[in-house]
């Protein structure tokens, strides 16, 4: 498979707590990118991180890649109610994605 | 203009009918992208347009579905002879296309297809 895989398949948290979800791949990879989906803004990129990157911030997103285990995870601090959307990651640029982690954000 | 735009954002049509779905990019972006989302499924690539390059079709899951750039700006998606199977959010997306590996897609809204 060329998609990354997304687990939790869904996750739900608290307003303000941290969200924690984790991607597996197959492929060797040049960079690995995350993408966000809810009904409101539609599909939007996160954040790419690069094959010889371990870690990467953006604002309140924090991303890991270990390409050892063909692993990354995507982590959210101090969720909001507008985190709640569906987070996929994508290991290569002819985009497929899983079915995702579906996270819910309670106020 | 200010984001990748798509149209109709619905269209309902009849199993048998040909339709025509429309991308306009974001000015200057010189790569495309069609997807397909089903309901409840990942997202599934269909076609790619780079420059002025052959595109890459390996994608496209049978010979109904086409696709064409004009001008290097906009594309239009031609499903023909339509089936029910092909209900689903057909998505756009374009970017810079300046070489580099992976770059940032921006994704338009969609257009939602539903076939009777």
């Known amino acids: 498979s060329q998609q990354g895989e997304e687990d939790p398949q869904a996750l739900s948290i608290q307003e303000g707590e941290n969200a924690t979800m984790n991607c597996s791949y197959k492929t060797s990879i040049n960079n690995l990118q995350w993408y966000r989906q809810n009904s409101g803004r539609g599909l939007v990129h996160l954040i790419l991180i690069r094959s010889n990157e371990r870690e990467k911030h953006s604002g309140r997103l924090r991303v890991t890649l270990d390409t050892s285990k063909k692993s990354s995870s995507l982590l959210i601090t101090a969720s909001r109610a507008a985190d709640t959307a569906s987070y996929f990651c994508a290991p290569r640029r002819k985009l497929s994605f899983g079915a995702g982690t579906t996270v819910t954000v309670r106020a | 203009g200010a984001g990748v735009s798509q149209s109709p954002s619905n269209k309902v049509t009849e199993k048998g009918k040909d339709v025509e779905l429309r991308c306009d990019p974001i000015?200057?972006?010189?790569?495309l992208y069609w997807y397909r989302q089903s309901l409840g499924q990942g997202l599934e690539f269909l076609i790619y347009?780079?420059?002025?390059?052959?595109?890459?079709k390996s994608g496209l899951p049978s010979d109904r579905f086409s696709a064409e750039r004009t001008g290097g700006s906009v594309s239009t998606l031609t499903i023909q002879r339509t089936q029910q199977e092909d209900s689903a959010v057909y998505l756009c997306?374009?970017?810079?296309?300046?070489?580099?590996?992976?770059?940032?897609?921006?994704f338009g809204p969609g257009t939602r297809l539903l076939v009777l």
């Open positions: 997306a374009s970017s810079l296309g300046d070489g580099r590996r992976s770059e940032t897609q921006y």
């Open positions: 000015s200057g972006h010189t790569a």
């Open positions: 347009f780079q420059g002025n390059s052959a595109p890459d």
